[in-house]
């Protein structure tokens, strides 16, 4: 602002000056304002030579020359930028002593007379430049206000971010960093490796700087009332209360379905998008469009199952036709979700169908009864996701026969795009900390978020006296096959674990597998998550928010990438439990038999209240669970053949 008003002032007087020289040169003497002379007078001297000449020989007096007429100049383009931020301008100091008044050369009558002129002009041009600087003042504030987040964007929602007074007293922050580690006075630690991994495909720092969001932070509800009622263990008659709840309030909506007009409408589709995946593969943009609008006319996300799934198979297929499909899932990945939101999820899902609650029971119970003798215990979950499979497992060990062992649970999962690339492994450790405090179970975690193939077993500080036991349930097909690298990332992971010589290894996966052929892995797909909406459309109200949330929130993401997205950006790679019987074998592995109480155990969950389509079956030494007779999941249990050892003897590894 200072530098505009000096250059305004010095326009002004450079104006003023070039109307002071247009005055008679026949008496110099007596009225000319000029400081040059002319050898004639029938020489008209140029009024811009004349300027800059007097301009050019008063440089050595303008530091003390301060006169009225220049104050009341400065004034006048001052007064408008003290209204415009609302304060009241600063009146005249009195009495003040103007020094250098324009004395210098005596005037004449015409010299005051064009004084008094070029003063009139003076004013009428300050108005100009005042007019001026304050419409180019008011743009630089609208300019401005543009750069900063609206009042919305910095509101945070207390409610949703709500901590309860139980969990206040017991939240401990922790520091986590790129390269930088720090241990809390509990035994927390939490990593990030996202160093060794920044020209990754999934989170490098290109993309991060692609979608960086506004550093506005809130405290996550770390536990609460919801929590314990969704993760401990409180019965089997309120589990079977739980369920039968939900299907009966299923079972008063399930009326005003109609059936026929269902079935027509999930024909039609069915044929629409297979047809409209076979038009997008031999990119034939005017067929595909025409398909798409068809599609979306009878689709709709409050609609029947087909008609849910097909409004994302329709966004898909568009993305793939487009070319965007990478940038459309980079977007859905990078919205932030309220883990509050997820948990609500996960309880209707827990209520609606048994397949997370059967495998937490099945992996649980194997561990509770290989460490019934065991004084120190090493978890090491690969994919912990939300760790909502741990709580319960605190709560049991707590009531073990001759007190708790010591529990140490290292939660390794990908790295989040953005500022905090291990919040959630943060999260997750707070919450089993709370858990552990609560139960008066002695408790130590490491979170490590990284590419499970660039770990290495000195991140996993095994401990000879622990016993170790790694876990895994429904990750290991983020992790990148053969197709994408020869050196196949899927086998470092298993030869990790290898490393680790575990007591046991507990493997959870989905049981299905894609073609890398589109058309072929569309149909694929449209069978797979047929039954996926299927099971909710059968056990879930459709205008249930939750649900609304789940198809849009967690499988809409897994829908965009299997569909449109190709190469190394297509991450969601299943294998069925036959291939990985293989892989698991060739990395040097040996299958346990599957405990038979264990089994029992899972069955009962199963008929604890849930529909009866759902299935356990056991196939060799895998526990296969399914819907109408579609397999859905696998589950088994391994360890390291003998000639490589096992138990935790790890002397050589």
């Not at 250098?100 to 108005?127: F, H, M, W």
Request: charge should be negative; aromatic fraction near 8%; charged fraction near 30%.
């Amino acid at each position: 602002m200072a530098l505009l008003t000096k250059n305004s002032l010095d326009y002004a007087q450079l104006r003023n000056n070039s109307n002071l020289l247009n005055v008679s040169n026949n008496n110099p003497k007596e009225g000319t304002c000029n400081l040059n002379t002319h050898e004639s007078s029938d020489i008209i001297p140029d009024p811009i030579l004349d300027c800059i000449s007097r301009y050019l020989l008063e440089e050595d007096i303008d530091d003390n020359i301060i006169g009225y007429q220049e104050e009341a100049d400065l004034r006048e383009i001052e007064r408008p930028f003290y209204d415009v931020l609302g304060e009241k301008y600063p009146p005249s100091p009195k009495n003040q002593l103007h020094l250098g008044q324009p004395n210098v050369y005596p005037k004449s009558t015409t010299c005051l007379l064009e004084d008094q002129a070029t003063k009139n002009i003076s004013a009428q041009n300050s108005r100009i430049d005042e007019q001026l600087l304050t419409s180019e003042f008011q743009k630089g504030v609208e300019e401005g206000l543009k750069f900063l987040p609206s009042i919305q964007e910095l509101t945070v929602d207390f409610q949703a971010s709500r901590v309860s007074s139980r969990s206040e007293q017991r939240i401990h922050r922790m520091v986590v960093g790129f390269g930088l580690e720090k241990e809390k006075d509990f035994g927390f630690k939490f990593r990030s490796m996202g160093n060794e991994n920044l020209n990754n495909d999934d989170f490098d720092i290109s993309e991060s700087e692609n979608y960086k969001k506004p550093m506005i932070c809130y405290e996550e509800t770390i536990r609460d009332d919801m929590y314990d009622q969704v993760l401990l263990n409180h019965g089997e008659s309120y589990e079977k209360e739980e369920v039968n709840g939900l299907r009966e309030i299923m079972q008063c909506k399930a009326s005003s379905y109609g059936s026929k007009e269902i079935q027509e409408k999930h024909i039609d589709l069915n044929t629409l998008l297979i047809r409209c995946s076979e038009a997008v593969s031999i990119n034939d943009q005017q067929l595909s469009e025409e398909l798409l609008m068809k599609i979306r006319k009878i689709s709709s996300t409050t609609g029947n199952s087909t008609q849910r799934l097909a409004c994302i198979l329709a966004d898909g297929l568009e993305a793939r036709l487009a070319g965007s499909g990478s940038e459309l899932y980079r977007q859905l990945t990078a919205k932030r979700v309220n883990n509050y939101d997820i948990l609500r999820s996960y309880h209707l899902c827990i209520r609606a169908d048994p397949f997370h609650r059967v495998s937490n029971c099945f992996a649980n119970n194997i561990i509770l009864r290989e460490i019934k003798n065991s004084s120190k215990v090493h978890i090491v979950d690969l994919g912990i996701s939300f760790g909502f499979q741990w709580p319960s497992l605190i709560q049991s060990l707590a009531t073990r026969q001759g007190g708790p062992p010591k529990l140490r649970i290292t939660g390794i999962d990908f790295p989040q795009r953005g500022f905090r690339p291990t919040n959630q492994v943060e999260g997750i450790g707070k919450r089993l900390e709370d858990y552990a405090r609560s139960f008066n179970v002695p408790f130590e975690y490491q979170g490590i978020a990284s590419e499970w193939e660039s770990i290495i077993i000195e991140d996993l500080n095994l401990r000879e006296d622990e016993v170790c036991i790694v876990n895994s349930m429904l990750r290991f097909s983020r992790i990148r096959d053969e197709a994408c690298n020869m050196d196949s990332p899927r086998n470092k992971v298993l030869k990790l674990v290898r490393q680790m010589k575990p007591l046991l290894f507990i493997q959870g996966i989905y049981s299905i597998t894609f073609s890398p052929f589109f058309t072929l892995r569309f149909r694929q797909i449209l069978s797979q998550f047929s039954m996926e909406f299927d099971i909710r459309d059968s056990l879930i109200p459709r205008d249930d928010e939750l649900r609304l949330f789940t198809e849009r929130e967690v499988i809409g993401p897994v829908l965009i990438n299997l569909i449109s997205c190709g190469g190394s950006d297509w991450l969601e790679r299943p294998e069925t439990y036959k291939n990985w019987q293989l892989r698991n074998v060739r990395a040097g592995f040996e299958q346990l038999a599957l405990d038979p109480e264990v089994v029992k155990e899972c069955r009962k969950k199963l008929r604890n209240g849930y529909d009866k389509r759902f299935f356990i079956e056991e196939d060799g030494n895998w526990m296969l669970q399914g819907w109408k007779g579609k397999i859905r999941y696998a589950l088994s249990t391994w360890k390291p053949k003998s000639d490589l050892g096992n138990g935790c003897a790890r002397k050589n590894c």
